[in-house]
């Protein structure tokens, strides 16, 4: 019963586990612009970026992995602070 003692917040955080990935990436738009980021951690779920000063972010986009051509995924917005924005991995449309 370890999770019942685990305040919410970090029960939902640890669905599966992160792993420090560390990796240069761009996010895509809709309209076909691009934006460098690195991506500091990942899960099976999602993941965690660091976007530089950019401070507009839609609430999906598509994260492509630059560093080792592994491909793209889509990614819904979870949260943004700082420098740094947390994206759940979603199926495309």
Do not use: Y
């Not at 669905?15 to 460098?36: K, L, Q, W």
């Not at 965690?48 to 990614?75: E, H, K, M, Q, Y």
């Amino acid at each position: 019963m370890l999770n019942s003692q685990m305040p919410v917040a970090t029960a939902k955080r640890s669905r599966s586990a992160r792993r420090i990935f560390e990796a240069t990436a761009s996010v895509s738009f809709g309209d076909g612009t691009r934006h460098p980021c690195w991506i500091l951690d990942i899960s099976e779920g999602g993941a965690r970026l660091n976007i530089g000063g950019r401070r507009d972010f839609p609430d999906f986009f598509t994260l492509r992995v630059t560093s080792t051509g592994a491909g793209s995924r889509s990614c819904k917005l979870v949260w943004h602070k700082g420098n740094e924005i947390g994206v759940r991995f979603v199926q495309p449309s």
